[in-house]
Structures are given as C-alpha cells and as structure tokens.
C-alpha cells in the first residue's frame, strides 16, 4: 500500500491472504529494531532499569522493545537514540517501525494521512478512528475476533491515538466527517464510554477544519448505501480512495473512480444535517443516555 500512496498506481488491495507475510516482515523490522537497541544499550554499559529509567520507561517495557513484543514512539526512538549517543543508528529506523505498528492493510492509508491536504470520511459502523477516544477504541479492539493480544490492543491504541495529531497540524487539512446515526446509538463499551465519545465529538467538531455531520435514520435517501470509504487528496493534488471491509481493503488512485468518489460524498453530505444541526442531534443523544 505504502507503494500506492507514493507512486499513485491505480489499485492495491492486501488481503488475508497476502497479509500473513506483510505482517511477518513488519515484526521483522520491529525485532531487528529492538535487537540494535540492546546492542547499543550493551555498548554504552547500561542496565536495562537505568536505561529505562532514562528514556521514562520500566525496565519490562525496555524488555518488551528489545524482545521485539512492543512497538516504540518516534519520540521514543528518538530519546533511546540520545541516552544511548547512537549518532542516528536508531532513528534511521523511525519510519520503518512507526508504519509497523499499523495493520498491514492500513498502512499506506497512514502514509497518506501525514501527506494529506484533505481527508472525505463517510462511516456506516463506528465512529472513524481519526474520531475515537481511548477508551471506545479499546472498546472495539477488546470484541476483536479472533481475539487479540492485550500487547497488540496495546500498540494499536497508541499508533490510533498518534494519528490524531493530524487536529493539530499546521497548515491545518480540511476534515470532513459524515457518519450514520446508528453508529453513535451503538452502545459498544457501555453508556459512559459512549457519554464519552459524543461529548468528544462536540469537542472536536468545534474545530475550525473540521466538519461532523449526521446521516439521521429517517433520511430516505443515502447515496453512501455502498459502504463506508473515505477520499484523500495529497499535498500534489493527486486523489486517492480509500475503503476497507472484513480483513480486506483497497487504495485506489484512479483518476476517474476518486473523481466519482469525490461527487458520492458530496451527495451524502448534502443529504445529511448540516454540522449545526448534527451539534445539536449529537447534545440530543446525550441527554437520552
């Protein structure tokens, strides 16, 4: 995917069947990374507590980075690189580790999120995850199955909740968000996880770049019936779409299909209450709970 994102060829989709070893090759990239931080760690002489110690860190967690089980921050990366005078062995390895910490299917779409001028979402099952709070994110990687493993929910969290740095950038992406009104009647986590989730919703909807709009379930007409997808336009004008299903998803950049994504979304925004009045259905569903 992060292919697609870079050299804007028409289709990428990965699959369960292709994601096995794409998945294999980002746990080999995150073990070679820990693998030279204890080398480095060794060399300058330091106990895994004090190195911890150092970076603010236990001397567990120092474990769980060297074994390869735990994937680090580029900030962490960066501090290690500076306790151990590493000179830059270890943040060479920033980018590599920070895309493997996204599922394989997901990562050229988060290559795209940091080059983005413009992000279109439209969701018909959760809240976007550009959108979720911690505790609705651990809600839904908890129900997982297969189940995952409390280290894997673990490191998705933290790689969903990095992504939402992308409120805060400079120069500021046009953020548009439509989401149906049964996603936010979904009580997943229980009510004070959803109390949670709405009133972050009102929060950020308050930004300047950013629109929330509600798809009501009495609207007769939808022109998001396909499913859930989201447009991306880069920095260079080039547009990509986004979609993902079960354990499959595409990155499409044909000119002709994102064009028509584009005018879906706009369909559906016009078709959904405008961003005052989904505040409004929002602090309406917050007095219901």
Not at 158 to 179: C, E, H, K, N, S
Request: negative net charge; glycine residues 8%; proline residues 3%.
């Amino acid at each position: 995917m992060t292919e697609v994102a870079r050299e804007g060829a028409d289709t990428v989709v990965a699959d369960d069947a292709g994601q096995a070893t794409a998945d294999t090759s980002g746990q080999a990239v995150v073990v070679a990374f820990g693998q030279t931080m204890k080398t480095l760690r060794v060399r300058a002489g330091l106990e895994r507590e004090e190195f911890g110690r150092r970076i603010g860190y236990s001397a567990s967690t120092v474990a769980s980075y060297e074994q390869g089980r735990r994937i680090p921050s580029p900030r962490t990366i960066e501090r290690a690189d500076e306790v151990l005078d590493a000179g830059g062995l270890l943040t060479v390895w920033k980018e590599q580790v920070e895309r493997a910490q996204y599922p394989v299917r997901f990562q050229g779409m988060a290559t795209l999120e940091k080059e983005c001028i413009e992000l279109l979402m439209y969701d018909a099952l959760i809240v976007n995850g550009l959108l979720q709070t911690e505790e609705y994110m651990r809600s839904l990687l908890g129900m997982r199955r297969p189940t995952l493993t409390q280290e894997t929910i673990d490191q998705r969290v933290t790689a969903r909740l990095a992504r939402q740095d992308i409120f805060d950038r400079q120069p500021a992406p046009l953020l548009g968000f439509v989401m149906t009104e049964a996603v936010l009647r979904q009580r997943y986590g229980g009510k004070g996880v959803l109390r949670g989730q709405l009133e972050y919703l009102l929060l950020i909807g308050q930004k300047r770049n950013v629109e929330i709009q509600i798809m009501p379930l009495d609207c007769e007409d939808n022109a998001g019936v396909n499913g859930p997808f989201t447009v991306v336009t880069r920095r260079d004008g080039n547009r990509f779409v986004y979609s993902e299903a079960h354990a499959i998803s595409s990155l499409e950049a044909d000119p002709e299909q994102t064009v028509l994504a584009a005018a879906r979304y706009g369909i559906i925004r016009s078709q959904a209450l405008s961003p005052r009045e989904s505040s409004q259905f929002i602090e309406k569903l917050l007095g219901e709970l």
